[in-house]
């Protein structure tokens, strides 16, 4: 019963934003982390950035200044803004949900329970 639906990718000029929003159902949402992840061809999922149920962030070197992290625990809802998009920034987003009960890093996509289906940031040049 649990589902995390993505929204919000799309084609966009470098230097451009895109503001993506993952809205969970079926789980205490409080109870939960919460992380972006993506993936391009040929390349290994990484995180983007984690957000803990007490506020506590995880940004991936890479997009530190340029994306931030945020939830609306009253909408269920994990947004991620994206400004200054490269077009290396292109690969398909996941929202994640970890239970707090796991302790490890949140960056360690092992960790998570649930996985929405993604959702695709294209950048062009």
């Known amino acids: 019963q649990v589902r995390l639906v993505e929204s919000g990718g799309g084609l966009v000029q470098a230097g451009g934003s895109l503001r993506l929003s993952c809205t969970a159902s079926g789980l205490t949402f409080d109870d939960y982390a919460m992380g972006w992840f993506r993936q391009a061809p040929g390349k290994e999922r990484e995180a983007v950035s984690c957000i803990s149920w007490n506020g506590s962030t995880y940004y991936a070197d890479s997009v530190k200044g340029r994306f931030t992290i945020s939830r609306d625990n009253a909408k269920n809802t994990l947004y991620l803004q994206m400004n200054s998009l490269k077009p290396e920034d292109t690969a398909r987003y996941y929202c994640?949900?970890?239970?707090?009960?796991?302790?490890?890093?949140?960056?360690?996509?092992?960790?998570?329970?649930?996985w929405g289906q993604g959702t695709q940031v294209t950048v062009s040049s």
């Open positions: 994640a949900a970890r239970d707090k009960a796991l302790h490890g890093p949140l960056s360690w996509s092992s960790e998570y329970n649930y």
